[in-house]
């Protein structure tokens, strides 16, 4: 090949991507940035630059609070609960039990399924007085209670309809690096007497750290990327409790038709994914170790 | 766990006991969703053993939605979809993994970040896009902030690398130009990796809800996902049975091909997560 030819190649070949990434990724970064200092347009005229004005309607913004503090919430109650029981559900399904491919099927049917009918489904289950649950509680003779409408319990159904949806999901990841494992470390471990237990803590789970790292900065973003079940089951209320910050975003940018402030609101969001991806970057050092 | 430690019988049957009692708690809601669409209302939610099949609530809400439309509208985006990302994610794996240009460090830092900032959190910026360039309400103003996936670029740069260079050295030789190699050695070679991603897409993309609720308007860009909402959110009254044979509807092309496929899907969305 011709000194000078591979890059034009290369760049040939990476143009009609890179062309469509800067223009639905980094270009849409930069504009947010940009409006965000500025009012939202009104009837075609230039809109005003209003320096820090929308990060300060966002400080006196309770419904913002709220949703940080309601995903702060959201985030602690699925991460650790579906991080665990995808692993559990890995070592189960990974054994020799009796039914594992069918124990397979049901723990990753919910992730097949699109979110949206997920809450449909948990709707109905939820719902007063026809619901399951409603019925499954007046046999242990529990008083009706309206699950989705009251700010005490709203927020945790939502979290159980999360858990449900991803724990099959991370559940794959373990499964995979599980099966990379070698027998012979197992067996190693038999003849030197250790105990399951011991085998478990002290070689399986280290191994599988850079999965959890992995699954863990995936279950991060979810937990602030998915809101379809928000849409669906409650719209973010009673009264805020159940607003999420990306449903937040959404509200004010096409409820209320504020793209200003929405754009300063997506600023946090974008802070938020970037201080994971830093974290990710911190921590990636820790993975060549088990590689 | 390592087939060397076999667990005591006794520890063996709680485990198995325990693993089967979540599996039941975790079908369970799509058990209740299948008993509800299956039944008349009056038994959505009476466990009668007694009670009559019916396919009627399927036949209603088919009949009380343009559902056909909305199949078609998310058969078309997930195509679409798919067709462009597998030639752009490609052509840029190839570059990536076997090209030395200017910049390349640099460019794919630049196209990871999506793996980080999805297209899913950029709604209000894009959708002043597809405004400005006038495409509102269209099946390609959903599907082009996905076309170009850092993800596919990713997994097909891992696979192109692993593919011996003596193979692409020795076509070359023979006078195949850069393209060519690229379809008839590399490709070839990742078809397990294709499958692995067009799965992932396929049902990221039917199962997507967001960013197509807020860019569509109209029967004929709606997908079905947010058709459904459209029709469980409307006048139906509070049918239950209704409700869920039409969230059945919309979940089964996917649910069905994973009954079906089940191996490969699991194999593939483990290939797709081993990186």
Redesign the interface.
Known sequence: MKRGSAHVTGWLLLLPAAALLALFTHFPVAATLWHSFFATPKGGRAAPFVGLDNYRVMVADEVFWRSMVNNLWFALGTIPVSIALALIMALWVNGKMRGRTWLRMAFFTPTVLPMIAVANIWMFFYTPQYGLLEKLTSLFGIASHNWLGSESTALICVIVVAIWKEAGFFMIFYLAALQQISPSLGEAAALEGASRGYYFRRIVFPLLMPTTLFVLVNAVINSFRLVDHIVVMTKGGPNNATSLLLFHIYQVGFNFWDSAYAAALSMVLLAILALVAVGQFVFLDKRIHYQ | ?????T?TRAE?AI??TA??L???L??L??A??VW?AFHPSEF??RFVLTAPLTLENFAKAWDAAPFARYFFNSFALVTMVLAAQL???T??A???AR????G?DA?FL??L??L??????????????MARLGILDSIPAIG??Y??S?FG?FLLRQTFKSVPRELDEAARVEGAS?LQVLVKVYVPLARPTYLAFGLVSV?HH??N??WP??VTNSVTSRP??VG??VF??GDQG?D?SI??AA??M??AP??I???LF?RQ??QS???A???
């Open positions: 766990m390592s087939a060397a430690f667990p063996a485990e198995t693993a089967w979540l599996g039941v975790w079908i809601p799509l209740y969703a509800t959505s939610a030639v752009l994610c052509l840029a190839y570059a990536f090209f030395e240009f200017w390349k460019a630049l196209v970040v999506q980080m900032i999805m297209p899913d959190v950029l709604i209000v910026e894009n959708y002043t896009t082009l902030p076309m170009a850092a670029i850069p049902s039917w199962n809800f967001l609720l807020i079905v996902t459904l909402q469980s959110s509070i239950w409700i869920t969230t059945l919309t979940s996917l649910l091909g994973f009954l089940q899907f699991v969305f483990m290939r997560g081993i990186r």
